[in-house]
Nanobody, 119 residues
Framework: QVKLAESGGGLVQAGDSLRLSCAAS????????MAWFRQAPGKEREYVAA????????YYADSVKGRFTISTDNAKNTVYLQMNSLKPEDTALYYC????????????WGQGTQVTVSS
């Protein structure tokens, strides 16, 4: 069992930055994949960024490349999403999720943290 807790969301203006955090507890492995997803009202969930605890297998959606950075602090069992140059279209509920290496589906999800970017 893994528990994930996101934090760091908020209301910002276009062009601002935010850093989201996802603290993981429970049974985690260095080869697990940690990911950030987001979902805006009326839209499908979007896969934003992912990496393994070892720092490998990094992925970014085209919509955030060059603006968002995913990273880990293994000592704190925490994954971060640094979001720069935020746009109104980045407004969404951001979720952290994890899956074991080789699994297709993300088995554990956090409750989400809201990011709202005003123009």
């Amino acid at each position: 069992q893994v528990k994930l807790a996101e934090s760091g969301g908020g209301l910002v203006q276009a062009g601002d930055s935010l850093r989201l955090s996802c603290a993981a507890s429970g049974r985690t492995f260095r080869t697990d994949t940690m990911a950030w997803f987001r979902q805006a009202p009326g839209k499908e969930r979007e896969y934003v960024a992912a990496l393994s605890w070892t720092g490998g297998r990094i992925y970014y959606a085209d919509s955030v490349k060059g603006r968002f950075t995913i990273s880990t602090d293994n000592a704190k069992n925490t994954v971060y999403l640094q979001m720069n140059s935020l746009k109104p279209e980045d407004t969404a509920l951001y979720y952290c999720a994890t899956k074991q290496f080789g699994e297709r589906e993300y088995a554990y999800w956090g409750q989400g943290t809201q990011v709202t970017v005003s123009s």
